[in-house]
């Protein structure tokens, strides 16, 4: 098998429904593996996925695991050579997708894992333009990008114990240890639909800036030289009441004295998982291209 699409969910059966149809292609043509973790919803997704889909790989989390262990489950039990991973409220734009991710992983043996090019927003971009070349970037984003199998194999399982957010960033930094390179394959691109912007004032804002917030110590003190820790944690630490809380932004100092917490509960998983680059290694990673987040329709096409 040379393809899978894997895709976790809780609870958001509607816009599954939406996904797997966009993939109805691939799912009929019986040639691509499907996975899904279906991660402790109660909303009939699996009863739904076991009726319309029987030819989908099941798996079924009586309680809630989290999106890190799922992603976890779903690489290790794929038989494919390359892993696509979706989210469940996320579908393809452009054609030729399986061909465009070929061709780049053949003409960059090296490849561990290509980022595609993501639109974030309810409605779909005005065009679909391809303006970019593919380059080698410094990593990529969950919602959509496509894993060389061998790649993985090669490398620690993400760290479930960041709950979420910065799995990514752990993988890049492990695969740049193992020689390996990530792409961004802007031949592909993928409808995220999701409101950016309304996400800061969903219920859930204090946990993801807190996750989000210690995901990226954690990397500091697994991955940076040394030298560089204390002025890029201070760093980060005044930039977040800086532009938050200094501007009115209180409700962002308990998930940042939180995060601060976590640090420190979290000492021990930090040094028994530390895999430092050296000094060389982090300047060269520090030249790559940041990985691209964002795409925008060209306006002028």
């Not at 496509?146 to 957010?165: G, Q």
């Not at 995060?259 to 680059?277: G, K, Q, S, V, W």
Request: net charge positive; proline share 4%.
């Amino acid at each position: 098998m040379i393809f899978s699409i894997l895709i976790t969910t809780y609870n958001r059966l509607q816009e599954l429904k939406i996904t797997l149809k966009s993939l109805e292609e691939f799912y009929l043509s019986g040639k691509i593996e499907f996975i899904i973790c279906v991660d402790g919803a109660n909303d009939g997704t699996y009863n739904y996925l076991k009726e319309f889909y029987p030819d989908i790989v099941l798996i079924n989390h009586l309680k809630p695991q989290g999106l890190i262990a799922s992603r976890n489950e779903m690489l290790n039990l794929t038989k494919a050579q390359y892993a696509i991973s979706l989210d469940d409220d996320s579908n393809f734009l452009s054609n030729n997708v399986l061909n465009n991710i070929l061709k780049l992983f053949k003409s960059h043996p090296k490849c561990a894992v290509q980022a595609f090019s993501i639109f974030w927003g309810t409605n779909k971009p005005i065009n679909q333009y391809a303006y970019e070349k593919a380059k080698q970037v410094k990593g990529f984003v969950g919602c959509g990008h496509v894993w060389n199998m061998k790649a993985w194999r090669s490398i620690p399982n993400y760290p479930d114990w960041f709950i979420f957010y910065g799995e990514e960033e752990f993988a890049a930094f492990q695969l740049l240890k193992q020689d390996w390179e990530i792409y961004y394959n802007p031949e592909v691109l993928v409808h995220h639909r999701v409101d950016v912007k309304k996400r800061s004032m969903q219920k859930d804002y204090s946990i993801r800036l807190r996750r989000s917030l210690r995901s990226g110590w954690y990397l500091f003190f697994l991955f940076y030289p040394i030298r560089e820790i204390p002025k890029r944690f201070f760093y980060t630490l005044w930039i977040q009441f800086k532009k938050k809380v200094f501007k009115g932004n209180y409700k962002a100092v308990v998930p940042i004295i939180k995060a601060l917490y976590d640090i420190l509960a979290n000492t021990p998983r930090l040094i028994a998982n530390r895999n430092r680059l050296s000094q060389n290694e982090f300047e060269e990673f520090s030249k790559l291209p940041d990985v691209k987040l964002y795409w925008k329709p060209n306006k002028t096409n």
